[in-house]
Every structure is written in C-alpha cells, then in structure tokens.
C-alpha cells in the first residue's frame, strides 16, 4: 500500500475544486464558474485497493492587494512545502505562465492540462509537448467531463513515496464541520449574486451546537465592506439573504446527514480583509 501528499496549485479558475471533487466522486470543495471560490486549502483524501493519496485543493495563485490575500498566498506554499507531488493545473489560455514556487529534489512536479474538451487533439499535442520541457509528466484532462482522471490517478501513483497509510480507510477528509458549513455558504453566495458582492464578503461560523434531540444549531456571520453591499446581500424583504439561508441549508444537511436550524446575519466591517483578529477567526474555522 502506497501513499503520498499531493498539493494542487493553478490559477483561479482553472478547476482545481472540480478536479478534487471528481476524484473523491464526492463534493468536498465549493465550485463556481466564477474564480477565486477557493479561501483556504481543502484536504481531501482519496483511497483505492492500493493507495491512500491525500490532496490538497489551494486558492488560485494571485498578486496579493491585502492580507486576506497574503494569507491565501501563504496557505499555497504551506500546501506545497509539505507535498510529495505537486499538481500544476493549466487550461489552454494559461499554460504559459508559471509560478514562483520552489521544489526541492525529492518533491515530483506533474502538469495538468485541463479542459481539453475545449480544444482540438492537435492543440492539446502541441501544448503538452511544451509542457514536457518543465515538468516530469504532462496529463492532459476534462475533470469536468472526466475525462483521463484513471491516467492522472495511475501517474500519482508512480511516485508515491510511503508505504504506510496516514489515515484511516474510511476518512474523506480531517477538515471540522464548520469549514464545510462555510464552503457550503460560500458556493451559495457565489452562486445567487454578481460579481462584486461575493469577493467582499468574509464568512465566520459563529456557531455550531449539536443537539442530540433537536436540529442543530448553527449561526452564521457574514461580513462585508460597505452598507451598500450589506442591502444587496439581504435583497428586497430579505429574500436574497433567505436563497442563501436556503440552498446553505440544503448542502449542509445533505453532507452532515441530519437535519440543521441555520440562521444568518450580515455585518458591515470595513477593512476587514486587512483585520488581522478576524482573519484568525475565519482560518481557526478551516
């Protein structure tokens, strides 16, 4: 039995969440089509006959513009320090760029080309034969569609370097009920409103109270910069913020299997991509 850490970076957007969903055949990250959906890195942990491979989901890399950001930034080479094997996940309009990450000898480098159900086989020839010149393996992919994930699996493998397993058999994930509660709100707010409100909002899951004879209870603190992005997450009546309250709801009974009260609030907190306190909070929770 083989087993191994692999850390999967890439640019926002390129489908790294829909990557490590596909491969758990289980919804671990929250996805989007927009990019950016992905805060801090998500643990997921893949087991078959002859392997246990842990993945790591990171944020997309990106300049840093607060320390939200630096954070997330941080995350990423945290991720990677501590990977066997790193995944540097690419699609046709960025598979030119790289990143300033440094590997050390024994650590694998795999390039994965992603969407190529977007492209033509001669496009996807010429792009991997590039690929090969800076990394040990090119894969080409759809995690979408997926499309080669065996091939992808079967590649990891072969540089697996322990022979014991780290977690037990039946474990997806060592995340807390409470990074799932905020991913889950996360992919709602993603989901239901424009492009503006869902990067300024910071999610702080205030509370979780299992209550063996009730539902639980969860409250939920959702944090924006302005009042004017405050009215556009309530919407009129408060119905908005109520989709939210409802499709949250919806995943997070469906992954806990049990039934939950969830109650959310929006709090208007200037500068709070730079506060230092609350930043703590929302990464004690992850």
């Given at each position: 039995?083989?087993?191994?850490?692999?850390?999967?970076?890439?640019?926002?957007?390129?489908?790294?969440?829909?990557?490590?969903?596909?491969?758990?055949?289980?919804?671990?990250?929250?996805?989007?089509?927009k990019a950016?959906?992905?805060?801090?890195?998500?643990?997921?942990?893949?087991?078959?006959?002859?392997?246990?491979?842990?993945?790591?989901?990171?944020?997309?890399?990106?300049?840093?513009?607060?320390?939200?950001?630096?954070?997330?930034?941080?995350?990423?080479?945290?991720?990677?320090?501590?990977?066997?094997?790193?995944?540097?996940?690419?699609?046709?309009?960025?598979?030119?760029?790289?990143?300033?990450?440094?590997?050390?000898?024994?650590?694998?480098?795999?390039?994965?080309?992603?969407?190529?159900?977007?492209?033509?086989?001669?496009?996807?020839?010429?792009?991997?034969?590039?690929?090969?010149?800076?990394?040990?393996?090119?894969?080409?992919?759809?995690?979408?569609?997926?499309?080669?994930?065996?091939?992808?699996?079967?590649?990891?493998?072969?540089?697996?370097p322990h022979?014991?397993?780290?977690?037990?058999?039946?474990?997806?994930?060592?995340?807390?009920?409470?990074?799932?509660?905020?991913?889950?709100?996360?992919?709602?707010?993603?989901?239901?409103?424009?492009?503006?409100?869902?990067?300024?909002?910071?999610?702080?899951?205030?509370?979780?109270?299992?209550?063996?004879?009730?539902?639980?209870?969860?409250?939920?603190?959702?944090?924006?910069e302005r009042?004017?992005?405050?009215?556009?997450?309530?919407?009129?009546?408060?119905?908005?913020?109520?989709?939210?309250?409802?499709?949250?709801?919806?995943?997070?009974?469906?992954?806990?299997?049990?039934?939950?009260?969830?109650?959310?609030?929006?709090?208007?907190?200037?500068?709070?991509?730079?506060?230092?306190?609350?930043?703590?909070?929302?990464?004690?929770?992850?």
């Amino acid at each position: 039995m083989k087993s191994g850490y692999v850390s999967i970076i890439g640019k926002p957007n390129t489908g790294k969440s829909t990557l490590l969903n596909q491969l758990l055949k289980f919804k671990l990250s929250a996805v989007s089509h927009k990019a950016q959906t992905t805060r801090a890195s998500i643990q997921g942990i893949y087991m078959d006959d002859d392997s246990q491979i842990i993945f790591y989901d990171t944020p997309g890399f990106l300049k840093t513009k607060n320390m939200l950001e630096e954070w997330m930034l941080r995350d990423i080479k945290e991720s990677v320090k501590s990977a066997d094997i790193v995944l540097f996940l690419f699609e046709e309009r960025n598979y030119k760029e790289r990143f300033e990450i440094n590997l050390s000898p024994n650590q694998h480098s795999i390039a994965v080309l992603n969407k190529i159900d977007r492209i033509s086989a001669q496009e996807g020839e010429i792009i991997e034969k590039e690929l090969k010149e800076s990394f040990e393996d090119v894969i080409l992919i759809s995690a979408l569609n997926n499309m080669n994930l065996d091939i992808l699996v079967n590649t990891i493998k072969k540089y697996l370097p322990h022979d014991n397993l780290f977690y037990p058999e039946d474990i997806i994930t060592e995340k807390p009920e409470r990074f799932f509660v905020s991913e889950f709100v996360r992919q709602s707010i993603f989901e239901i409103y424009g492009d503006e409100v869902p990067y300024s909002t910071g999610i702080i899951v205030d509370e979780f109270t299992e209550k063996p004879d009730r539902k639980d209870y969860i409250r939920v603190k959702l944090l924006v910069e302005r009042d004017s992005q405050k009215g556009i997450l309530i919407g009129e009546k408060g119905r908005a913020l109520k989709e939210v309250g409802v499709r949250s709801r919806r995943m997070i009974e469906e992954f806990l299997g049990r039934d939950v009260f969830l109650e959310i609030f929006v709090k208007v907190e200037k500068g709070w991509k730079d506060n230092k306190g609350l930043l703590k909070r929302m990464w004690e929770q992850t």
